[in-house]
């Protein structure tokens, strides 16, 4: 398939599930989807179109969290960014890791860093942080407060 194959047969076949399009360049565009059609979604364009994944990011956007997977598919050279917004009160969404191994890790990471829960992740521990730092502290929250008084953040957290 050609890119606007990919995306004629993306806005078909997931009408439902995509809330919008930006069509951003020739080498990229970002889909909103509906947080819960992650898992569906993400599964046709890794094992479907053959994508890769490349990574995943999160953020605090005041109103919500919002992760982006980005997948490329190579052989037309597109950068496809999938866009989830999760509420605040109830960050979760279900984990990629059970679909390619790629995803454990950034997921692990949002995870300590944002509080995002990732449903059905095969290991929620720790991978950044130090063992002592204190549960339901978030370093990448808007709302984060520094609760070590002793620490010197200029190096780092």
């Given at each position: 398939m050609n890119r606007e194959q990919?995306?004629?047969?993306?806005?078909?076949?997931?009408?439902?599930?995509?809330?919008?399009t930006i069509d951003k360049s020739e080498k990229r565009v970002y889909i909103e989807i509906k947080p819960e059609s992650i898992t569906r979604v993400a599964r046709y364009i890794f094992k479907d179109l053959g994508a890769?994944?490349?990574?995943?990011?999160?953020?605090d956007v005041r109103t919500h969290f919002e992760i982006l997977y980005h997948f490329i598919v190579e052989d037309i050279n597109l950068i496809i960014s999938l866009r989830v917004k999760l509420d605040k009160k109830?960050?979760?969404?279900?984990s990629l890791a059970v679909i390619f191994k790629g995803a454990n890790w950034?997921?692990?990471?949002?995870?300590?860093m944002l509080g995002i829960n990732f449903k059905g992740h095969p290991d929620l521990r720790r991978l950044l942080l130090p063992d002592d730092w204190p549960e339901g502290v978030y370093p990448l929250r808007r709302d984060y407060k520094e609760w070590d008084k002793g620490s010197i953040r200029d190096r780092g957290v």
């Open positions: 990919v995306l004629v047969d993306l806005k078909t076949r997931f009408t439902e599930d995509i809330i919008d890769r994944f490349n990574i995943a990011s999160g953020v109830k960050p979760e969404i279900d950034i997921e692990r990471e949002m995870h300590e």
